[in-house]
């Protein structure tokens, strides 16, 4: 199994607050090496904020960096750069999570003498009640608070308790007691299975991870995140595990514990980290046992806006009006896991307001909105799709979201709503945004219907930002050179880089994503050729005539504005037949 060993970790005092008399001195720090006025700290106190320090970078009078670099000059002590800093196993194990938190720092390296550790603030006073928790010398390194932040995260991770639990169920020979093995699941939370699988959760979406795959795979039983986009494996674990693992996910879910042929839906709701979490579980039967995938929803996160999705202003702009049309359809299309759902919530954000009545019809309710009638597909009890958005219609909606169109009864029925006055959103799983369109019509929906209801199709997918934290120059290799100049990219004003890899993001050179977005606005002239059922090519050739750029085309400018790399263009998006 591979995974970190267990280290011992100090116990006992785990908090010196923070104190007025902290703030004063940072105060007096930043006045005295001329980076902040006076005047200026008692506007920052108006400020929301636990500390001086948060203030003053709320109210955008200096920047965390600044900060960071005032404490080390007036304190004599360096500034910890995670760019190269990869804090060691053994450092990191001499304080818990919660202390490290607390005590806002933590320990890099340790040697017979001294704990290098990164800290907020390096007074004396701190490092001496630190020295003490530690029951060691201090050395000190500045950070700022968003690295502190992300460093922590990083270093603390739940699946690095694992070990000692996976040893504990196997200490336990639970799998030949199958009946007693069941009633442990369900009932006793300190067991070892029950830990296994809360820890793989919980760093799960500590780890920004969309979702976790639990898969047999001969006596071994793998578990991978997917994050940004990119599945990483975790954890390689004993293939004697691997059956309650499932059992205790299949509980949570609601689902059939003795059922391991058929397929299974489930969901769940918890708690983590204080986020409220809901997850969608899927089971299917596959060669060695049963293969899990967890989608991860966290209602937690900040719903996005239109102009923090990626989209180029001119497009926002026309999307924006778009979106406000009194009826018709705008239809986001797409990949799983392609941002669909993240642009319709942003779209419908737009929209929200007192004097309209705006509806969805979705599987599953993602996030809830307060002023937003949302319904929850539930085929057990007959709500579907299509009688969901029949049921609709009756509601006197003005905007409608359905949450995915999957079959021809719903999509003629959202056809004909966006024909009869209301305004429709949708997603709709597809290329780009003209093989939406010749979707609709494989479905079986008279091209008259598509060309009179279809008011625009957003086509969209997601590639990875690279890290600004450990950005470096380089040089493309001749295919990636080729490639922009094919879709009229051209070099960054100040030459490539690329992300090589640090802390902060899991050394893949890569964190977070942004959207990349292909928009058909259908005209007279793209009506008269659906009308005529065109080939695809022609209608393509049309709308790029008349302004549509293309997704390789806007991908390679978010590479010429050094947002990405072109490698990450031609891995997440479809080249061939341009």
């Known amino acids: 199994m591979r995974l970190k060993g267990k280290h011992t970790k100090v116990e006992g005092p785990v908090a010196v607050a923070r104190t007025d008399e902290d703030d004063e001195r940072l105060g007096r720090i930043l006045v005295a090496a001329g980076r902040v006025q006076p005047y200026q700290l008692d506007v920052a106190r108006t400020q929301d904020g636990d500390s001086l320090g948060v203030k003053l970078t709320s109210a955008g009078i200096v920047t965390e960096d600044v900060i960071a670099q005032t404490l080390a000059e007036h304190h004599r002590v360096g500034v910890a750069d995670f760019r190269t800093l990869d804090p060691e196993d053994d450092a990191v194990a001499l304080l818990t999570r919660d202390q490290a938190t607390t005590l806002d720092a933590l320990p890099l390296f340790v040697d017979d003498d001294a704990v290098t550790v990164a800290v907020l603030d390096p007074a004396p006073e701190r490092v001496q009640a630190l020295a003490a928790v530690l029951e060691r010398e201090v050395r000190p390194l500045v950070t700022t608070r968003r690295n502190l932040e992300r460093g922590i995260a990083s270093a603390y991770r739940a699946t690095g308790e694992v070990v000692g639990h996976v040893q504990a169920f196997e200490a336990r020979d639970v799998l030949r007691r199958e009946a007693e093995q069941l009633e442990t699941i369900s009932v006793n939370e300190e067991a070892p299975v029950v830990q296994v699988v809360q820890k793989v959760i919980t760093q799960a979406l500590r780890d920004r991870a969309s979702d976790i795959h639990v898969e047999p795979s001969g006596d071994r039983v793998r578990v991978r995140y997917r994050i940004d986009g990119a599945l990483v494996e975790v954890l390689d674990l004993p293939g004697s595990i691997g059956p309650a693992i499932v059992s205790r996910v299949k509980i949570l879910a609601n689902m059939n514990i003795v059922e391991r042929r058929r397929p299974q839906d489930g969901q769940i709701s918890m708690d983590v980290d204080g986020r409220e979490v809901d997850i969608r579980v899927s089971t299917t039967a596959v060669v060695g046992g049963e293969k899990v995938v967890m989608r991860l929803l966290d209602k937690s996160r900040p719903?996005?806006?239109?102009?923090q999705l990626g989209m180029p202003v001119d497009t926002a702009a026309r999307y924006t009006q778009l979106i406000h049309s009194p009826f018709g359809m705008v239809i986001c299309a797409g990949p799983t896991g392609g941002g669909k759902t993240t642009t319709l919530y942003a779209s419908l954000g737009e929209l929200n307001s007192t004097d309209k009545n705006l509806m969805t019809i979705e599987d599953p309710v993602e996030y809830t909105f307060d002023s937003i009638n949302q319904i929850q597909i539930n085929e057990q009890a007959g709500i579907t799709f299509a009688g969901g958005l029949k049921s609709i219609l009756r509601q006197d909606p003005d905007v409608i979201l359905v949450g995915e169109i999957r079959d021809v009864d719903t999509a003629r029925i959202a056809v004909q709503s966006a024909l009869t006055g209301h305004f429709v959103l949708s997603s709709l799983h597809?290329?780009?945004?003209?093989?939406?369109?010749?979707?609709?019509?494989d479905m079986g929906i008279e091209a008259f219907?598509?060309?009179?209801?279809?008011?625009?199709?957003?086509?969209?997918?997601?590639?990875?930002?690279?890290?600004?934290?450990?950005?470096e120059p380089y040089q493309p290799s001749p295919e990636e050179i080729a490639f922009l100049r094919t879709f009229g990219g051209s070099e960054p004003q100040n030459g490539f880089f690329h992300g090589t890899g640090c802390h902060f993001c899991a050394h893949t050179g890569y964190l977070e994503r942004i959207g990349v977005y292909e928009m058909l606005v259908v005209t007279d002239e793209v009506r008269e050729l659906i009308v005529d059922r065109a080939p695809h090519d022609q209608m393509r050739k049309l709308a790029r005539s008349q302004g549509m750029r293309t997704l390789q085309e806007q991908a390679v400018r978010?590479?010429?504005d050094g947002v990405t790399t072109a490698s990450e263009v031609m891995r997440s998006i479809y080249v061939a037949g341009v």
Do not use: G, W
């Open 449 to 471: 219907l598509i060309a009179s209801s279809v008011t625009a199709v957003v086509a969209q997918r997601l590639v990875r930002r690279s890290c600004t934290s450990c950005l």
């Open 303 to 307: 719903l996005f806006k239109l102009e």
């Open 430 to 441: 597809a290329t780009e945004a003209v093989s939406a369109l010749y979707r609709l019509l």
């Open 558 to 560: 978010l590479v010429s």
